[in-house]
T-cell receptor, first 114, second 112 residues
Framework: KAGVTQTPRYLIKTRGQQVTLSCSPISGHRSVSWYQQTPGQGLQFLFEYFSETQRNKGNFPGRFSGRQFSNSRSEMNVSTLELGDSALYLC?????????????FGPGTRLTVL | KQEVTQIPAALSVPEGENLVLNCSFT??????LQWFRQDPGKGLTSLLL?????REQTSGRLNASLDKSSGRSTLYIAASQPGDSATYLC???????????FGTGTRLQVFP
C-alpha cells in the first residue's frame, strides 16, 4: 500500500509569490492534516481536513489556506510569501476522525523563499 | 496549554548500547502518544502509537511506555545500531483536538 505522497518535493519561490502544495493520503484515509516544521519553532499544526471540510486550524495567518477534494487529496496554498515561510511542510493522513488513529506522514515539501 | 518536552536534546552512543529517550507532557488529558523518527531533511516515520489506556507498546528493538498520570513516556532502544541515527520525536494528541503536539526531539547518533 502506497504511503502518503507530497508534491513537489522542493520549491524555490521569491517573496510576494504564492505557492500550492499537494498531498495524497494513504488509500482509504479520509483525514488529512498539515504541519509546518522550522528549526526555530519545530513542528506546528496548520489545519486538518475531513470530508472536504476544514475541521481545525492552527495559529497561522490567513495567507495560509487549504482545501480537500472528494478523493481526499488535499492542497495547501500560501499567498504573498515571506522569508519566514521557508520550511518543511508535512502532510499527515489518518483513516478517519477517530482521535485514537495513528497518523502517517509524507516526505514533505521543502519550500525556500528568497 | 499542552507542552511537550524531550530530554536529552542530543545523544551520542557507541553501537550496541541500550538507550532511553524521554518525553514529558504537561496535561494528562490525551488520546494517545506517538513516537516518530525523522532522518535529515525527510518526513516522519511512525514508530509506535500508545493509546491512553495502554502502558506500553513494542516493535522489534523498540519499546515505548506511557505513564499518563505523571505525564511521561520513554522510548527504549535495545542494542542500538548506526542505522538508528536520526531525530526521534514524540507527539501527544490532546483530548478534543484534531492536532498533534510535538516535542522538540532528541537527535541520536550511534557510532560504530
Amino acid at each position: 500500500k502506497a504511503g502518503v505522497t507530497q508534491t513537489p518535493r522542493y520549491l524555490i519561490k521569491t517573496r510576494g509569490q504564492q505557492v500550492t502544495l499537494s498531498c495524497s493520503p494513504i488509500s482509504g484515509h479520509r483525514s488529512v492534516s498539515w504541519y509546518q516544521q522550522t528549526p526555530g519553532q519545530g513542528l506546528q499544526f496548520l489545519f486538518e481536513y475531513f470530508s472536504e471540510t476544514q475541521r481545525n486550524k492552527g495559529n497561522f495567518p490567513g495567507r495560509f489556506s487549504g482545501r480537500q477534494f472528494s478523493n481526499s487529496r488535499s492542497e495547501m496554498n500560501v499567498s504573498t510569501l515571506e522569508l519566514g515561510d521557508s520550511a518543511l511542510y508535512l502532510c499527515a493522513s489518518s483513516r478517519n476522525r477517530d482521535f485514537g488513529n495513528e497518523q502517517f506522514f509524507g516526505p514533505g515539501t521543502r519550500l525556500t523563499v528568497l | 496549554k499542552q507542552e511537550v518536552t524531550q530530554i536529552p536534546a542530543a545523544l551520542s552512543v557507541p553501537e550496541g548500547e541500550n538507550l532511553v529517550l524521554n518525553c514529558s507532557f504537561t496535561d494528562s488529558a490525551i488520546y494517545n502518544l506517538q513516537w516518530f523518527r525523522q532522518d535529515p531533511g525527510k518526513g516522519l516515520t511512525s514508530l509506535l502509537l500508545i493509546q491512553s489506556s495502554q502502558r506500553e507498546q513494542t516493535s522489534g528493538r523498540l519499546n515505548a511506555s506511557l505513564d499518563k498520570s505523571s505525564g511521561r513516556s520513554t522510548l527504549y532502544i535495545a542494542a542500538s545500531q548506526p542505522g538508528d541515527s536520526a531525530t526521534y520525536l514524540c507527539a501527544v494528541r490532546p483530548k478534543n483536538t484534531d492536532k498533534l503536539i510535538f516535542g522538540t526531539g532528541t537527535r541520536l547518533q550511534v557510532f560504530p
